[in-house]
Protein backbone atom coordinates (compact mmCIF):
# COMPACT_ATOMS: atom_id res chain seq x y z
CA UNK A 1 0.00 0.00 0.00
CA UNK A 2 1.32 3.67 -1.05
CA UNK A 3 -0.45 6.06 1.06
CA UNK A 4 -1.15 9.99 -0.45
CA UNK A 5 -1.56 12.26 2.89
CA UNK A 6 -2.93 16.33 2.35
CA UNK A 7 -0.22 15.80 -0.34
CA UNK A 8 -0.28 19.10 -2.72
CA UNK A 9 2.66 19.84 -5.02
CA UNK A 10 2.27 23.41 -6.44
CA UNK A 11 5.53 26.03 -7.92
CA UNK A 12 5.28 30.27 -7.44
CA UNK A 13 4.45 31.70 -10.48
CA UNK A 14 3.63 35.44 -11.43
CA UNK A 15 -0.04 34.82 -11.25
CA UNK A 16 0.60 32.87 -7.52
CA UNK A 17 0.49 29.31 -6.53
CA UNK A 18 0.80 26.94 -9.57
CA UNK A 19 -1.06 23.34 -8.49
CA UNK A 20 0.05 20.26 -9.79
CA UNK A 21 -1.77 18.23 -6.97
CA UNK A 22 -3.95 19.59 -4.71
CA UNK A 23 -4.96 17.93 -0.91
CA UNK A 24 -4.98 14.14 -2.36
CA UNK A 25 -5.91 11.80 0.00
CA UNK A 26 -5.63 8.22 -1.18
CA UNK A 27 -4.40 4.24 -0.57
CA UNK A 28 -3.06 2.66 -3.89
CA UNK A 29 -3.34 -0.89 -3.28
CA UNK A 30 -0.24 -2.46 -4.78
CA UNK A 31 -1.36 -5.91 -5.35
CA UNK A 32 -1.22 -4.97 -8.96
CA UNK A 33 1.47 -2.92 -11.28
CA UNK A 34 -0.30 0.38 -12.03
CA UNK A 35 0.35 2.50 -15.56
CA UNK A 36 -0.16 6.26 -14.53
CA UNK A 37 -2.06 8.67 -17.35
CA UNK A 38 -2.56 12.25 -18.03
CA UNK A 39 -2.28 14.66 -20.23
CA UNK A 40 1.22 16.52 -21.11
CA UNK A 41 1.95 18.61 -17.90
CA UNK A 42 -0.69 17.12 -15.94
CA UNK A 43 2.17 15.96 -13.66
CA UNK A 44 3.29 12.32 -14.31
CA UNK A 45 6.53 12.91 -13.50
CA UNK A 46 6.44 15.14 -10.42
CA UNK A 47 4.48 12.18 -9.38
CA UNK A 48 7.01 9.65 -10.39
CA UNK A 49 9.79 12.55 -8.61
CA UNK A 50 7.86 12.55 -5.47
CA UNK A 51 6.87 8.27 -5.03
CA UNK A 52 10.98 7.73 -5.59
CA UNK A 53 11.87 10.67 -3.75
CA UNK A 54 13.94 12.72 -6.21
CA UNK A 55 11.12 15.14 -5.21
CA UNK A 56 9.26 16.59 -2.34
CA UNK A 57 5.37 17.71 -1.99
CA UNK A 58 5.20 21.45 -0.78
CA UNK A 59 2.64 19.92 1.73
CA UNK A 60 1.90 16.38 2.97
CA UNK A 61 3.11 13.21 2.56
CA UNK A 62 3.54 9.65 0.69
CA UNK A 63 3.70 7.10 3.28
CA UNK A 64 4.91 3.23 2.74
CA UNK A 65 6.20 0.39 4.19
CA UNK A 66 6.89 -0.38 0.66
CA UNK A 67 10.67 -0.17 -1.23
CA UNK A 68 10.20 1.95 -3.48
CA UNK A 69 13.18 2.65 -6.49
CA UNK A 70 14.45 5.87 -7.66
CA UNK A 71 12.70 6.92 -11.15
CA UNK A 72 14.03 4.94 -14.00
CA UNK A 73 13.76 5.93 -17.18
CA UNK A 74 13.95 9.27 -19.71
CA UNK A 75 13.67 11.56 -16.85
CA UNK A 76 15.86 9.67 -14.14
CA UNK A 77 16.73 10.58 -10.62
CA UNK A 78 21.16 11.14 -11.78
CA UNK A 79 23.15 13.69 -10.19
CA UNK A 80 24.15 16.13 -13.12
CA UNK A 81 27.76 17.26 -12.63
CA UNK A 82 28.58 13.51 -11.33
CA UNK A 83 29.57 11.11 -14.36
CA UNK A 84 27.79 8.09 -14.63
CA UNK A 85 29.94 6.13 -12.90
CA UNK A 86 30.29 8.48 -9.40
CA UNK A 87 26.67 8.28 -9.70
CA UNK A 88 26.73 4.28 -9.50
CA UNK A 89 29.78 4.21 -7.05
CA UNK A 90 27.70 6.68 -5.06
CA UNK A 91 24.24 4.43 -5.06
CA UNK A 92 26.01 1.37 -4.17
CA UNK A 93 28.14 2.87 -0.89
CA UNK A 94 24.66 4.08 -0.03
CA UNK A 95 23.08 0.36 -0.03
CA UNK A 96 26.11 -1.14 1.53
CA UNK A 97 28.70 -2.45 -1.12
CA UNK A 98 32.31 -2.15 -0.14
CA UNK A 99 33.07 -3.71 -4.06
CA UNK A 100 31.84 -1.18 -6.13
CA UNK A 101 33.72 -1.48 -9.06
CA UNK A 102 31.67 -5.03 -9.55
CA UNK A 103 28.93 -2.96 -9.65
CA UNK A 104 30.24 0.30 -12.15
CA UNK A 105 30.99 -2.71 -14.54
CA UNK A 106 27.95 -4.22 -14.86
CA UNK A 107 26.02 -1.26 -15.07
CA UNK A 108 29.01 0.56 -18.13
CA UNK A 109 28.22 -3.33 -19.43
CA UNK A 110 24.08 -2.98 -19.55
CA UNK A 111 24.13 0.84 -20.34
CA UNK A 112 26.43 0.47 -23.41
CA UNK A 113 27.46 4.19 -23.94
CA UNK A 114 31.31 3.62 -23.63
CA UNK A 115 33.97 6.40 -22.48
CA UNK A 116 31.11 8.56 -22.03
CA UNK A 117 30.24 6.50 -18.97
CA UNK A 118 32.97 8.46 -17.26
CA UNK A 119 31.62 12.19 -18.62
CA UNK A 120 29.31 14.14 -16.50
CA UNK A 121 25.08 12.98 -16.68
CA UNK A 122 24.61 16.23 -18.07
CA UNK A 123 26.06 15.97 -20.99
CA UNK A 124 24.22 12.64 -21.80
CA UNK A 125 20.81 12.43 -23.87
CA UNK A 126 18.05 11.46 -22.24
CA UNK A 127 18.76 7.79 -23.56
CA UNK A 128 21.71 8.19 -22.61
CA UNK A 129 20.51 9.00 -19.15
CA UNK A 130 18.07 6.55 -19.13
CA UNK A 131 20.39 3.45 -19.69
CA UNK A 132 22.54 4.82 -16.91
CA UNK A 133 19.29 5.39 -14.83
CA UNK A 134 17.96 1.96 -15.39
CA UNK A 135 21.64 -0.49 -15.45
CA UNK A 136 22.33 1.21 -11.74
CA UNK A 137 18.87 -0.67 -10.98
CA UNK A 138 19.11 -3.86 -12.40
CA UNK A 139 22.89 -4.21 -12.09
CA UNK A 140 22.31 -6.08 -8.90
CA UNK A 141 19.51 -7.40 -6.13
CA UNK A 142 18.12 -4.04 -4.34
CA UNK A 143 14.78 -6.53 -3.75
CA UNK A 144 12.43 -3.31 -4.67
CA UNK A 145 9.08 -3.61 -4.04
CA UNK A 146 8.11 -1.11 -6.45
CA UNK A 147 9.59 0.30 -9.57
CA UNK A 148 9.24 4.02 -10.79
CA UNK A 149 9.11 3.63 -14.69
CA UNK A 150 8.95 7.09 -16.63
CA UNK A 151 8.72 6.29 -20.30
CA UNK A 152 11.98 3.60 -20.14
CA UNK A 153 10.13 2.13 -23.04
CA UNK A 154 10.21 5.20 -25.02
CA UNK A 155 14.19 4.91 -25.57
CA UNK A 156 14.89 4.66 -29.82
CA UNK A 157 17.39 1.98 -29.69
CA UNK A 158 15.31 -1.09 -30.37
CA UNK A 159 17.93 -3.38 -28.89
CA UNK A 160 17.75 -1.97 -25.73
CA UNK A 161 14.51 -1.73 -25.11
CA UNK A 162 14.29 -5.42 -25.60
CA UNK A 163 16.76 -5.79 -22.91
CA UNK A 164 15.10 -4.06 -20.92
CA UNK A 165 11.94 -5.33 -21.34
CA UNK A 166 13.52 -8.65 -20.74
CA UNK A 167 15.07 -7.67 -17.34
CA UNK A 168 11.31 -5.66 -16.57
CA UNK A 169 10.16 -9.09 -17.13
CA UNK A 170 12.18 -11.60 -15.29
CA UNK A 171 11.47 -8.76 -12.11
CA UNK A 172 7.83 -9.25 -12.34
CA UNK A 173 7.54 -12.25 -10.07
CA UNK A 174 8.37 -10.19 -6.94
CA UNK A 175 8.04 -6.44 -8.05
CA UNK A 176 5.10 -4.25 -9.14
CA UNK A 177 5.72 -1.60 -11.17
CA UNK A 178 3.87 2.13 -11.30
CA UNK A 179 4.84 3.41 -15.02
CA UNK A 180 4.50 6.03 -17.09
CA UNK A 181 3.85 5.99 -20.64
CA UNK A 182 2.14 7.61 -23.44
CA UNK A 183 1.67 4.31 -25.27
CA UNK A 184 -2.15 2.65 -23.66
CA UNK A 185 -0.30 -0.51 -25.50
CA UNK A 186 2.69 -0.24 -23.27
CA UNK A 187 0.88 0.22 -20.47
CA UNK A 188 -1.61 -2.51 -21.00
CA UNK A 189 1.21 -4.60 -21.53
CA UNK A 190 2.99 -4.07 -17.83
CA UNK A 191 0.12 -3.00 -15.54
CA UNK A 192 -2.96 -4.31 -14.74
CA UNK A 193 -4.60 -1.21 -12.89
CA UNK A 194 -4.29 2.62 -13.66
CA UNK A 195 -4.12 5.61 -12.18
CA UNK A 196 -5.46 9.07 -14.15
CA UNK A 197 -4.16 12.59 -12.84
CA UNK A 198 -7.43 14.96 -13.18
CA UNK A 199 -8.15 18.09 -11.85
CA UNK A 200 -5.25 18.05 -9.63
CA UNK A 201 -6.01 15.12 -8.47
CA UNK A 202 -5.38 11.05 -8.79
CA UNK A 203 -8.67 9.01 -9.90
CA UNK A 204 -7.68 5.14 -8.88
CA UNK A 205 -9.09 2.13 -11.43
CA UNK A 206 -8.45 -1.33 -10.81
CA UNK A 207 -8.42 -2.08 -14.20
CA UNK A 208 -5.70 -0.53 -16.35
CA UNK A 209 -8.59 -0.74 -19.54
CA UNK A 210 -11.03 1.44 -17.51
CA UNK A 211 -8.22 4.30 -16.81
CA UNK A 212 -7.39 4.31 -20.63
CA UNK A 213 -11.33 4.48 -21.43
CA UNK A 214 -11.32 7.32 -18.96
CA UNK A 215 -8.40 9.25 -20.17
CA UNK A 216 -9.81 9.20 -23.60
CA UNK A 217 -13.10 9.93 -22.89
CA UNK A 218 -11.84 13.42 -21.23
CA UNK A 219 -8.31 14.31 -23.07
CA UNK A 220 -8.11 12.68 -26.66
CA UNK A 221 -10.22 14.16 -29.04
CA UNK A 222 -12.28 11.86 -31.82
Known amino acids: MITFKQLSKYYPTKQGRRHVFKDINLSLPMDKSIGVLGPNGAGKSTLIKILGGADYPSRGKVVSPLK ?28 GFTNTKVVEEKVSQFAEIGIYFDEPVKTYSSGMRARVAFGLT ?22 FKKKSEKVLKDKYENTKVIMV ?30 AIQEYQSCYVTH
Not at 68 to 95: K, Y
Open 68 to 95: ISWPLGLRGGLQGSMSGRENVRFVARIH
Open 138 to 159: MAFDFDFDVLLVDELTAVGDTN
Open 181 to 210: NHSANELKKYCQAGLLIKDQNLHYFDEIDH
